[in-house]
Structures are given as C-alpha cells and as structure tokens.
T-cell receptor
Framework: QQQVKQSPQSLIVQKGGISIINCAYE??????FPWYQQFPGKGPALLIA?????SEKKEGRFTISFNKSAKQFSLHIMDSQPGDSATYFC?????????????FGTGTKLQVIP | NAGVTQTPKFRILKIGQSMTLQCTQD?????MYWYRQDPGMGLKLIYY???????DKGEVPNGYNVSRSTTEDFPLRLELAAPSQTSVYFC????????????FGPGTRLTVL
C-alpha cells in the first residue's frame, strides 16, 4: 500500500513539446506529493510539489495535475528543452508513528532532443 | 551553507570488507535519511533518524547500520560487504514541518566485487 507507481520508464520528446509523466498511489494517508529532478551524477532535487487539496499547481513550465478521486497525479513540462533532460521521480509522503516517510516512484528518464 | 555533503564519492570494496559512508548536513535539520538507488528501482529507504540518538529501520536495512550522535552527522556502516550492496547511496535531510523538502547529498557510488 506504500507503493507509488510511475510511468513511463523513459520518454523522448522533441524540443518545444510537452513531456507528461504519470504516477498513481493507493495509500490515502499520503498528504504531500513532491516531484524530484535528478541530473546524472547528482542527487535528486525538489522540482515542484502539491498537496491533495489542490487540483493543479504551476511553476513556470512545470505543472502538477492532481486527481484525488483517481489517486493519480502527473507532471507536465511545457515547451520542453534539452536542459530538462534528466530523471524525474514522483514521490508521496505520509506520517507514520510521528515521523514522515517518503515513498518514491521508480523514475522516468526524459530525453529532450533538439 | 554547504547543504548535505557525502564522502567518499566513489568506492570499490571487496566482498567481506567493511566501510562507513559519511553524511553531514549544516542546516540543523532534525530528520536524516539514507537511501540506495538501483537502476530502474527508484530510491529505497535504508535507515532514517528523527534526531540525535534516534534511528530506525527503513525498507531495506539488512546489512547496514547507522548511528546519530549529533544533529549534523549520520554515518552509514556496511559490515561484510556483498555484491548486492553495489548501488548509489544518497543521504538526505529534512526540517520538521508540513511541506518539508528533502535535501539530498551528491551520492556515493559503491561497487562490491
């Protein structure tokens, strides 16, 4: 029940196109849904995050869409650029026994081609 | 602030050897975590700590040990290294709060031969 399922595993998008990465979860105790961006040889870094009481959050070219009833959320990258090429992880956080635990998806490797 | 620092960046171990992966954060964060990242598997939580002197197991703790004697440091100990422990290890820290951000270190790439 702690799983977060992420798809696709890899994605190739042309420059200027829209990149879409999807995630689904089962545990209704999750209360915070961050997306992390990871460049090769680096640690993941927070990109954007959403709470379940909001259906959409936009920051620049990055948008999270959240469907609470379907237990799904997605990351949209508008006007994708070669510099966006990275691995993206969705995640979900729950509090258990007084501490927070974050469950990560398996990652999507995005390649934006010129 | 340096954020979260990890040493070493790379290490090759022989089967049965031991080593300690170091992690230090200078943000005075309460929570610290150790993850391992295997190709196509995302990040798996090994151990976490909610403060100095308090640690607990995550999803994949077998073969590892941790300690937290100070707020800043959270070393991960591998005893009797095995090839299955070949992975990239990330340390992270979080300040307690509702919309906490996990800050990750740059990782340690470990190969056990």
């Amino acid at each position: 029940q702690q799983q977060v399922k992420q798809s696709p595993q890899s994605l190739i998008v042309q420059k200027g196109g829209i990149s879409i990465i999807n995630c689904a979860y089962e545990n209704t105790a999750f209360d915070y849904f961050p997306w992390y961006q990871q460049f090769p040889g680096k640690g993941p870094a927070l990109l954007i995050a959403i709470r379940p009481d909001v259906s959409e959050k936009k920051e620049g070219r990055f948008t999270i869409s959240f469907n609470k009833s379907a237990k799904q959320f997605s990351l949209h990258i508008m006007d994708s650029q070669p510099g966006d090429s990275a691995t993206y992880f969705c995640a979900a956080r729950a509090y258990s026994g007084g501490y927070q635990k974050v469950t990560f998806g398996t990652g999507t490797k995005l390649q934006v081609i010129p | 602030n340096a954020g979260v620092t990890q040493t070493p960046k790379f290490r090759i171990l022989k089967i049965g050897q031991s080593m300690t992966l170091q992690c230090t954060q200078d943000m005075n964060h309460n929570y610290m975590y150790w993850y391992r990242q295997d190709p196509g598997m995302g990040l798996k939580l090994i151990y976490y700590s909610v403060g100095a002197g308090i640690t607990d197991k995550g999803e994949v703790p077998n073969g590892y040990n941790v300690s937290r004697s100070t707020t800043e440091d959270f070393p991960l100990r591998l005893e009797l290294a095995a090839p299955s422990q070949t992975s990239v290890y990330f340390c992270a820290s979080t300040e307690r709060g509702y919309q906490d951000t996990q800050y990750f270190g740059p990782g340690t790439r470990l190969t056990v031969l």
